[in-house]
């Protein structure tokens, strides 16, 4: 069995008007969801094989931040270039070349792909994955080249507003 953890960046600023979108931090809320998320995840002992993250500086950032909630080495974090401005196929593609010997894995990276990535292969409707959301997927394969369209199962879809009291 293999599990991919899809994971939207906190959210953004959009403070600086003279910055481009690569460049763009993170903001208060995005900070305080991270923190949020970060203990979900240590509070449920998930700890990944391996965390990929696209190089924008709010992906990578959210993929730091949980990687040190969850005790995983922040150096070990690997930037995948395609995984910014990328496709469904890209994430296909990083998916298929995953080492064999991992069974779970992060995958930091933007909307709208990582919507439809969530929905391409679990065959479920997802709408929206929300800044700083973790859906966790499972997929009856030993192989991570085996994973394919609407083969994958949804363990669970936690995001940070489900935490909050209204």
């Known amino acids: 069995m293999k599990k991919i953890y899809l994971i939207r960046h906190a959210k953004s600023s959009w403070n600086d008007g003279m910055l481009d979108d690569f460049s763009r931090p993170l903001n208060g809320r995005g900070k305080k969801d991270l923190q949020l998320m970060g203990e979900r995840l240590a509070m449920f002992e998930v700890l990944p094989d ?10 990578l950032k959210t993929a730091k931040a949980l990687a040190k909630s969850i005790d995983y080495k922040k150096n070990k ?7 910014y401005e990328s496709s469904f ?17 992060f995958i930091v990276a933007h909307n709208p792909t990582i919507t439809e990535v969530g929905e391409r292969l679990s065959g479920a409707i997802l709408t929206n994955i929300p800044t ?27 995001y940070p507003k489900k935490h909050t009291s209204l």
């Open 50 to 59: 391996a965390i990929f993250t696209s190089p924008a500086k709010r992906a």
């Open 89 to 105: 196929q890209d994430y296909l593609t990083l998916i298929h070349s995953v080492n064999d010997a991992y069974k779970d894995i």
């Open 132 to 158: 700083c959301a973790i859906v966790c997927l499972s997929f009856d394969v030993d192989h991570f080249k085996d994973i394919a369209e609407e083969n994958g199962k949804i363990l669970f879809f936690d």
């Open 77 to 83: 974090v690997s930037v995948v270039e395609s995984l």
